[in-house]
């Protein structure tokens, strides 16, 4: 008995590398078990494509944008200067323009007396009948612009705060050239002062016609409906030809 008992004994001693076995496969790393035991993934849903969508975006839109190439910055180029060369041309063009702009009507009789100014200084003694002609238009056209600004343009922008300043200057600035072009009637053409007072004629109107353009101007588009300048406009035309018959 006692031996059968040690043979029992001897057999289940050498069984216990097989348990050892076991437990060392049991003892596997739990990351090894858990991926093959792992449950499938769910598909994703339309709302979590969606989220992702949207991190991802936002995760592109965080990122520097990339740089243009250097054809893509002279095409940039190319396409302002188009732009600005169409802008220009279409300026110039007669039926672009509204013909009842009372700011493009003033500045088109600026122009007129800008180049009426300089044929005037670059006369001399010797041009007499030149020198009456000069004056004679200058004098006739001034009048005529003075009196479509004094009488329709300045009495709309007056009551305006950013104008009205403007306005007070410009009529002061407007008795001023009439007493020049006045004295200028009563020098002789041939007369050495007939050339000095010309040209400080000319330096007074050109400084009126600055002022207008750059400040006075820019404060009536500024105050004034579109709708109302054109009516002004329409008013200064009417005006003007009547004046001129
Ligand atoms: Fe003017
Ligand atoms: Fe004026």
Known sequence: MAKKAARKAKKKTVKRPVKRAAAKRAKKPATKRAAKKAPPKPRPT???KTKVAARAAATRKDQPAPKPSALASAAKVATGFALLAMDEI???LPWAKNENDP???LKTDHRRFEN???EGEATTERAKKGRREILKALTSELNVHEAIEEQV???ALRPHAEAHDIVLESIEEHHVADTQIKELHDVATDDEKWG????VLKESVEHHISEEENRMFPAARGVLPKEELLALGAKMRALKSELER
């Open 46 to 48: 339309k709302a979590s």
């Open 90 to 92: 279409t300026k110039r």
């Open 103 to 105: 700011i493009e009507l």
């Open 116 to 118: 009426l100014l300089k």
């Open 153 to 155: 343009l300045y009495p």
């Open 196 to 199: 000095a007072k010309f040209s």
